[in-house]
């Protein structure tokens, strides 16, 4: 699902009027989604007082819509008590499509007031239409004092935003001022930046994405999307009754040092898990022992280390990569100054796809016809950049994709709403994940899953790392709902990934 700035927004609304569609019609459309909203989750709404608090701009317009359809009698008795709609601007200031719905709505005899009346207090729903994505810098006046009273004057209510919630920059980006903070947010043609990205999506609540007539193709040049399961559901298919473990491809992963067994073992179960075909784990030969007993199902290969248990740079990889369908490499290697080399020189001689994570994330680039994977956390993608991990977090969208452009590669860049970019430009968010996750271990099963999926589909990148990041994170969320935040450990992951594949199966999308 494409995830649109406000100048694309705005820019497909043109195109659908230029079309045909009016705009009075737009926003007839998009308060009608709301009302859809409203009687299908909360409905029958005879039992709720709503509350409706509108700005002047088109945004208003949309919630006076709301408020004529619910007082005309979409769900709701036109009765004292009912309805309370508050417009907290000069009627004198509305334009176009938003004054025109305003004298509608005092057509049908709705009443309308400038302040919050006291008994609007109790009210069960709060409808936020104060300001939509055309806002730029922090709220002012009467309107931040709606945001206020949003947040904290409606104590028995929940919040639905209309589009937006009042104050988020669209675009997402730094917070100047203050945000609605909504339970639920019914946007329309398509989700934007800011509601997907941190800090913007703690905002949202629930989304929902309603149609208000413009076409998909209007938007489909958008290179940001957000992962839904639709786009990798085939992946996730029965297997053919033919297959067998050479069908599912051979899984290479380097990784663990002295000390660091775990991390190795925790990557190559992963790499099972995710349905690879075989696995083999080849480390410092002292590790070996630790990494077997994890799993009976992990070939392992020796190789020879340093003095401190680290790979040595001398080890005999060029044999063990032969006939393998994907290398993962870096859980667990340590920072011994020769693993540079090592992770440089595998890069450059293999062709088949590399995953590179923790201990052997190196700045390296690929041609075009080879798939090399990136998967760092914040801090590391500071030091693949040269930038500080401030800088990398306010920009996390830019930061990845400019690095994936300039080394041709595909960088996962983890954290809340991880980022995938790609050699291409393009930009998918993954919405699912948890708190839990900021667990030891955790990225060391992330690298698994990107390599199991791969070898079973080496040629289908972009889908493969998609199906294992959103996997994963859902993995997580089912763990912790079942077991806490606090209590959630990495191999729980593994155990709860099954339930998130059927998950995905059974559910079209999610934001």
């Known amino acids: 699902m494409k995830a649109l700035t406000a100048s694309e927004m705005r820019e497909v609304d043109r195109l659908t009027i230029e079309a045909g569609i009016p705009g009075i019609v737009l926003m007839e459309n998009a308060g009608h989604r709301v009302v859809e909203f409203l009687t299908g989750r909360f409905g029958p709404l005879s039992g709720h007082r709503i509350a409706i608090l509108c700005g002047k701009g088109n945004n208003g317009g949309d919630g006076m819509v709301v408020a004529r359809q619910l007082f005309s009698g979409a769900g709701l008795p036109a009765r004292p008590g009912s309805i309370y709609v508050v417009f907290l601007a000069d009627p004198a200031d509305l334009k176009g499509d938003a004054a025109a719905n305003y004298r509608m709505l005092l057509a049908c005899g709705c009443p309308i007031h400038r302040e919050i009346p006291p008994e609007a207090r109790n009210a069960t729903l709060v409808i936020d239409a104060l300001l939509g994505t ?11 004092e709606g945001i206020r009273e949003i947040n904290h004057g409606f104590p028995l209510a929940k919040v639905v935003a209309v589009d937006i919630p009042s104050g988020m920059p669209s675009d997402g980006g730094p917070v100047d001022g203050e945000i609605a903070r909504a339970d639920f947010t019914v946007t329309f043609t398509a989700p934007k930046v800011g509601q997907v990205i941190p800090p913007g999506c703690d905002h949202v609540g629930e989304l929902v994405v309603g149609s208000i007539g413009s076409r998909p193709v209007l ?6 999307s957000v992962v839904e399961p639709s786009m990798f559901a085939d992946l996730l298919a029965p297997r053919p009754p033919s297959g067998h473990k050479g069908t599912f491809g051979h899984v290479l992963v380097i990784a663990g040092s002295r000390g660091k067994t775990g991390a190795a073992a925790m990557a190559g179960m992963a790499a099972l898990r995710a349905g690879a075909g075989l696995v083999t784990v080849a480390s410092a030969q002292s590790a070996i022992a630790e990494i077997a007993a994890h799993a009976p199902e992990l070939m392992t290969e020796p190789l020879r280390e340093t003095e401190s248990g680290a790979i040595a740079l001398n080890a005999n990889l060029r044999a063990i990569v032969e006939g393998k369908t994907v290398i993962a490499m870096g859980p667990g290697l340590g920072r011994h100054p020769q693993i540079a080399t090592l992770v440089a020189s595998i890069a450059e001689s293999v062709e088949v796809p590399l995953v590179l994570d923790a201990d052997a994330l190196e700045p390296v680039s690929a041609a075009p016809d080879r798939t090399r994977v990136l998967t760092p956390h914040p801090g590391e993608m500071a030091r693949l950049t040269g930038k500080t991990t401030a800088e990398v977090q306010a920009d996390r969208i830019c930061a ?9 590669v595909t960088l996962v860049l983890k954290g809340q709403r991880t980022v995938m970019a790609f050699p291409d430009g393009r930009i998918w968010i993954n919405p699912t994940g948890t708190p839990a996750l900021g667990t030891g271990g955790s990225g060391d099963i992330l690298t698994g899953l990107i390599a199991g999926l791969l070898a079973q589909f080496p040629g289908r990148t972009g889908e493969a790392v998609a199906a294992a990041v959103y996997l994963h994170g859902l993995a997580g969320e089912i763990g912790a709902r079942t077991l806490g935040e606090k209590s959630l450990i990495a191999t729980d992951l593994l155990r709860f990934l099954p339930a998130a594949m059927e998950e995905c199966a059974n559910v079209p999308h999610r934001l």
Do not use: K, M
């Not at 055309?134 to 931040?144: C, K």
């Not at 990845?400 to 041709?408: E, L």
């Open 134 to 144: 055309g806002i730029t810098g922090p709220a002012t006046g009467p309107v931040l």
């Open 400 to 408: 990845a994709r400019q690095y994936a452009a300039a080394h041709s």
């Open 219 to 224: 938007y489909d040049h958008v290179q940001l």
